[in-house]
């Protein structure tokens, strides 16, 4: 088949981020020491479901960037080339931000979801944050160039990080309520990747660490979040904004 490489990539990201749905763990027998080790096992769990996928995933971008054995870039680009060599379509760059307008969505159409209004705000900036500092880090270091030619920083996609991360902030909100919310969201991020080759702008090396990364800032974010805010009685107004790229309003109201 002349596409097979780009469905084994696509199922390749889809089925990493999949694993990002977390399994019930099966109960302890009641012991003592069980017991007393739960809470640093917990810990350590909670650590180790947040990174490894992400690790994974940035792996074998890093790996397929260097090395054809597992998966070929260039004979993916060169498939693209041949099958769709014109085509080119602006839709990644709104998808990418459709899972963060579902979650204000569905709480504003009175779905609540796992945080309250200000806690998921705080969460998804600091997404953003961790985010976009891991993908213009890597870029500067890298300098890889794009399919296209067009410039030198190419690795990893930013789009896709972008994607990833506010696909695992709806699955992380609305997850736990239905596992079709993340099903749909990581389906999106998946989409966006997709696209990314299909537009000539990222090889699949690119995207997979980007996807990686995505999931990591939002997974980081929720694992080291305190949540201190509540909505009683606050005269804070934390908001988040989308124009040219992801925004925050801040608002305080004096007594």
């Known amino acids: 088949m002349k596409f097979s490489s780009l469905l084994i990539a696509a199922l390749c990201l889809s089925s ?33 479901h947040a990174v490894k996928v992400p690790a994974l995933l940035i792996g074998l971008g890093v790996y397929s960037a260097k090395s054809d054995d597992v998966i070929n870039r260039y004979e993916i680009r060169e498939e ?24 204000y969505g569905l709480n504003i159409a009175g779905v609540k979801g796992k945080n309250d209004f200000r806690n998921r705000t705080l969460l998804l900036v600091k997404s953003e944050m961790i985010m976009a500092a891991l993908t213009f880090s890597f870029k500067s270091i890298t300098h890889e160039e794009r399919p296209d030619g067009k410039d030198e920083f190419s690795f990893p996609s930013g789009h896709t990080a972008q994607a990833f991360a506010t696909a695992t902030f709806m699955a992380k909100e609305y997850g736990d309520q239905s596992v079709w919310y993340t099903i749909g969201a990581y389906g999106m991020a998946t989409t966006v990747g997709a696209m990314r080759i299909m537009n000539n702008r990222h090889w ?18 929720y694992l080291t979040h305190r949540y201190h805010w509540k909505n009683k009685n606050s005269n804070l107004t934390v908001v ?12 305080y109201r004096f007594n």
Do not use: C, W
């Open 204 to 221: 699949v090396s690119d995207v997979f660490a980007g996807a990686g990364i995505g999931i990591l800032s939002t997974n980081i974010a």
């Open 16 to 48: 990493g981020a999949l694993a990002q749905i977390k399994p019930q763990p099966s109960e302890p027998a009641p012991d003592l020491q069980l017991q007393e080790d739960a809470p640093q096992a917990k810990k350590e769990y909670r650590l180790l």
């Open 80 to 103: 693209r080339n041949n099958i769709m060599p014109n085509f080119h379509s602006k839709v990644d760059n709104y998808l990418m931000h459709a899972p963060v307008a579902i979650v």
């Open 240 to 251: 988040p904004t989308y124009a040219k790229g992801p925004g925050l309003y801040i608002g």
